[in-house]
């Protein structure tokens, strides 16, 4: 799919959360709107897509609205949000909820490197940098120097040990690429946390989260039933991903298999797992 790509200029990029995000933070920040990863794997089951106001009757994965000033705009509004979140709790942002930091378009526009260099210089007390992308291991320098003055957690989605669907797309970035990312990260001292939502078949679980251990800090494991903000998963439902999941393990699209995986998990990484809305923020269940 083609994907149409605008620039724009923003009055504000930090928006005060509602909903799922709620107790997990209190802003959150989108350096694009759309997303260039839409027609790949994690685009097929991504929640954003049935979002009508942020979509406007174009299919997800079509277009990409750079937000260029957006730097800027966290540097005019940071000294405000942070008062007001510092009442009644602390400063945290996830970047991002609805399109990934990393898409290819960012090695031009620079839009999520020029965000991260503000934050180092004026930091939130906690920054949740969520992708699906192996290239944020191109930006460990700047992360290692935002982790010196803030709670850094990276987010690598990784929901499955397998590459590839039946009839669906390639994923953004391979299994293996983002779990080298988690590697290299990690190593150079950043928190690394393995989101695997929505939770696809795994050929091996014993192996997937052995290997989960070995390279992040934690694990979060997050179904599509709960996860995608309907009752009983009926927005996934309604795309191609759910028959693709049944077509390999038909036991897969009931909520029973995210607890049989949270338990073989919970073997690997004892209270290190989290699951669902509490794992994102960094809720894990006791060992």
């Given amino acids: 799919m083609a994907v149409t790509v605008s620039q724009t200029q923003v009055r504000s990029i930090l928006t005060r ?5 709620r107790t997990v933070c209190s802003h959150s920040l989108q350096p694009y709107q759309g997303c260039s990863f839409g027609s790949a794997l994690c685009g097929i089951g991504c929640y954003v897509r049935h979002n009508g106001l942020l979509t406007r009757g174009r299919a997800w994965g079509s277009f990409l609205e750079v937000r260029t000033n957006a730097a800027d705009a966290y540097q005019r509004q940071v000294v405000v949000e942070r008062r007001w979140a510092r009442r009644n709790g602390h400063f945290s942002i996830f970047l991002s909820s609805s399109t990934d930091p990393f898409v290819p378009q960012e090695k031009k526009y620079g ?21 699906h992308s192996h ?15 803030c709670n ?19 994923p953004a970035s391979s299994v293996d690429r983002r779990f080298a990312a988690a590697a290299l990260l990690r190593a150079a001292g950043i928190r690394v946390v393995i989101t695997s939502a929505p939770l696809l078949p795994i050929a091996d679980p014993e192996a997937f989260f052995g290997r989960i251990a070995a390279h992040a800090d934690a694990v979060v494991i997050d179904h599509f039933i709960g996860g995608d903000g309907s009752s009983k998963g009926s927005r996934t439902r309604r795309t191609s991903l759910p028959q693709a999941m049944a077509s390999v ?8 298999y995210r607890d049989r995986m949270v338990d073989i998990a919970r073997r690997h990484l004892p209270g290190r797992v989290g699951v669902s809305v509490d794992g994102f923020a960094g809720r894990f269940l006791l060992p």
Avoid: K, N, W
């Fill in 17 to 21: 959360t509602s909903g799922f995000l």
């Fill in 111 to 131: 839009v999520t490197a020029a965000i991260l260099a503000a934050m180092c210089d004026m930091p939130p007390d906690e920054l949740i940098l969520q992708t």
């Fill in 135 to 149: 290239t944020i291991a191109q930006y460990v320098d700047r992360l290692t120097t935002l982790a010196a003055v």
């Fill in 152 to 170: 850094l957690r990276v987010h690598i989605s990784i929901e499955s040990d397998r590459d590839t669907l039946p009839g669906l797309p390639a």
């Fill in 249 to 256: 393990d038909a036991a897969c699209t009931d909520l029973a």
